[in-house]
Antibody, heavy 121, light 107 residues
Framework: EVQLVESGGGLVQPGGSLRLSCAVS????????MNWVRQAPGKGLEWVSY????????YYADSVKGRFTISRDSAKNSVYLQMNSLRAEDTAVYYC??????????????WGQGTLVTVSS | DIQMTQSPSSLSASVGDRVTITCRAS??????LNWYQQKPGKAPRLLLY???SLQSGVPSRFSGSGSGTDFTLTISSLRPEDFATYYC?????????FGQGTKVEIK
């Protein structure tokens, strides 16, 4: 059974840092690209970041570029999101998602349950 | 960046109704278009990929069509478990933009 479990969320002050983790199981992690997607309270989904299967390619939304860093550790079957210089507008539930190649398109086919990040003084 | 616009933003429908949701891209995304369903407090669920291909385990009452800039998601006969918010997302180019969502509510 494919599982993705996020952790590391919590309350942090503006300007602070937090590191989210996503532990995966039930599939061969090294073969899959991964995403982070967030959802502010009562709002829609926002794509945040992508990492290739080998970790050599990473991409970010403009809203987090230069502040967030995505990484992965195949030995630990985990993907991470290091978040620095946090702002109130970063408050959201953060989801990690597995990206599958369906031949024609990439899509996030499995998602974790999400971890809440609250940026507030 | 590509902008994705869904319409309507919300709709009220009854069980058994046929429901259509539209997603329009600000430029062509070919068929690099996916649809997700999200229920309150839950993670999104992939329904369709490549505009019209049904994800494994998704009921056949869900269908999708379109290419280029205009796409539709259709639920042929609405069931109680289909009341949720639906999002389109393009994976044509980074950033992989989502539409703003369409909330399907019970009439």
């Amino acid at each position: 059974e494919v599982q993705l479990v996020e952790s590391g969320g919590g309350l942090v002050q503006p300007g602070g840092s937090l590191r989210l983790s996503c532990a995966v199981s039930g599939f061969t992690f090294k073969n899959y690209e991964m995403n982070w997607v967030r959802q502010a309270p009562g709002k829609g989904l926002e794509w945040v970041s992508y990492i290739s299967s080998g970790g050599s390619a990473t991409y970010y939304a403009d809203s987090v570029k230069g502040r967030f860093t995505i990484s992965r550790d195949s030995a630990k079957n985990s993907v991470y999101l290091q978040m620095n210089s946090l702002r109130a507008e970063d408050t959201a539930v953060y989801y990690c998602a597995r990206v599958s190649d369906f031949g024609v398109v990439l899509a996030a086919d499995y998602w974790g349950q999400g971890t809440l990040v609250t940026v507030s003084s | 960046d590509i902008q994705m616009t869904q319409s309507p933003s919300s709709l009220s429908a009854s069980v058994g109704d046929r429901v259509t949701i539209t997603c329009r891209a600000s430029q062509s995304v070919s068929a690099y278009l996916n649809w997700y369903q999200q229920k309150p407090g839950k993670a999104p669920r992939l329904l369709l990929y490549a505009a019209s291909s049904l994800q494994s385990g998704v009921p056949s009452r869900f269908s999708g069509s379109g290419s280029g800039t205009d796409f539709t998601l259709t639920i042929s006969s609405l069931r109680p478990e289909d009341f949720a918010t639906y999002y389109c997302q393009e994976t044509y180019s980074i950033p992989w933009t989502f539409g703003q969502g369409t909330k399907v509510e019970i009439k």
